[in-house]
C-alpha cells in the first residue's frame, strides 16, 4: 500500500495502481447499475400484474415447445388463453413471437368481442398495438371483415390516438391504416 499524492491508500493489482477512491467509485457504479436494472424491471413487470401472472404458466409449457408444435396446438386453447399467450409472447418472451397473429385470427367473429373488450380496457402501448395487429391479421385473412364494424373500427381509432409511444403509436397507426384503408402494408 501506498499513499497517493491526494492522500487516499493505493494497492497494486496487476502491476497498475487502483486508489481506494476508485474502487468505491466502481462499487457505487456497479450498485446502481443493477438497482436501475431490476428496479427497472420490476417496474416494467409490476406496471402490467396480469402480463406477469399470464406468463408464469406459459413459459416453461407453451413457449418451451417447439415452433410448430406452438402454432399447432394454439386453437386448441381458450380465447382467453389464445389471448394470455399471444399477450405474453410478443411482450414478455424475447424474442417476440409475432407468428402467433395468424392463428390467433383465424378464430375470426369468435375473438373479435373479447379482443373488443380488452382493446377498450387497457391504456398500454403495447397491448393496443398487439390486439389491432390481430385484427389487421383478421382482415388479411378475410376472417372477419373489421373495416365494415365502423364501432370496433372508431374503437381502434381512439386507442392509437391516446398511445403515448410516437413511434409504437406510428406502427399501429399504420396497422389500422391497413385495416381501413385495405392496403397491404407489412410493418411487424
Given at each position: 500500500?501506498?499513499?497517493?499524492?491526494?492522500?487516499?491508500?493505493?494497492?497494486?493489482?496487476n502491476g497498475g495502481f487502483l486508489s481506494t477512491?476508485?474502487?468505491?467509485?466502481?462499487?457505487?457504479?456497479?450498485?446502481?447499475?443493477?438497482?436501475?436494472?431490476?428496479?427497472?424491471?420490476?417496474?416494467?413487470?409490476?406496471?402490467?400484474?396480469?402480463?406477469?401472472?399470464?406468463?408464469?404458466?406459459?413459459i416453461d409449457t407453451f413457449f418451451g415447445l417447439?415452433?410448430?408444435?406452438?402454432?399447432?396446438?394454439?386453437?386448441?386453447?381458450?380465447?382467453?388463453?389464445?389471448?394470455?399467450?399471444?399477450?405474453?409472447?410478443?411482450?414478455?418472451?424475447?424474442?417476440?413471437?409475432?407468428?402467433?397473429?395468424?392463428?390467433?385470427?383465424?378464430?375470426?367473429?369468435?375473438?373479435?368481442?373479447?379482443?373488443?373488450?380488452?382493446?377498450?380496457?387497457?391504456?398500454?402501448?403495447?397491448?393496443?398495438?398487439?390486439i389491432i395487429c390481430v385484427f389487421r391479421e383478421?382482415?388479411?385473412?378475410?376472417?372477419?371483415?373489421?373495416?365494415?364494424?365502423?364501432?370496433?373500427?372508431?374503437?381502434?381509432?381512439?386507442?392509437?390516438?391516446?398511445?403515448?409511444?410516437?413511434?409504437?403509436?406510428?406502427?399501429?397507426?399504420?396497422?389500422?391504416?391497413?385495416?381501413?384503408?385495405?392496403?397491404?402494408?407489412?410493418?411487424?
Amino acid at each position: 500500500m501506498r499513499r497517493s499524492s491526494g492522500g487516499e491508500k493505493t494497492s497494486t493489482h496487476n502491476g497498475g495502481f487502483l486508489s481506494t477512491r476508485s474502487l468505491c467509485a466502481n462499487l457505487i457504479l456497479v450498485l446502481m447499475v443493477t438497482f436501475l436494472y431490476v428496479g427497472v424491471n420490476c417496474n416494467l413487470i409490476a406496471g402490467q400484474p396480469r402480463i406477469s401472472e399470464q406468463c408464469n404458466g406459459w413459459i416453461d409449457t407453451f413457449f418451451g415447445l417447439p415452433l410448430k408444435e406452438q402454432i399447432d396446438r394454439f386453437d386448441r386453447y381458450s380465447i382467453e388463453d389464445q389471448y394470455s399467450i399471444y399477450i405474453c409472447g410478443n411482450q414478455v418472451v424475447h424474442p417476440p413471437t409475432i407468428y402467433l397473429d395468424e392463428p390467433f385470427a383465424k378464430e375470426g367473429i369468435i375473438a373479435v368481442d373479447f379482443l373488443r373488450t380488452e382493446l377498450s380496457r387497457t391504456q398500454d402501448d403495447l397491448t393496443i398495438r398487439d390486439i389491432i395487429c390481430v385484427f389487421r391479421e383478421m382482415s388479411r385473412q378475410k376472417t372477419y371483415d373489421v373495416r365494415k364494424d365502423k364501432d370496433l373500427v372508431r374503437s381502434m381509432t381512439e386507442s392509437v390516438a391516446k398511445m403515448k409511444n410516437e413511434d409504437w403509436k406510428r406502427v399501429t397507426r399504420e396497422m389500422l391504416e391497413e385495416i381501413t384503408e385495405g392496403r397491404k402494408k407489412r410493418t411487424r
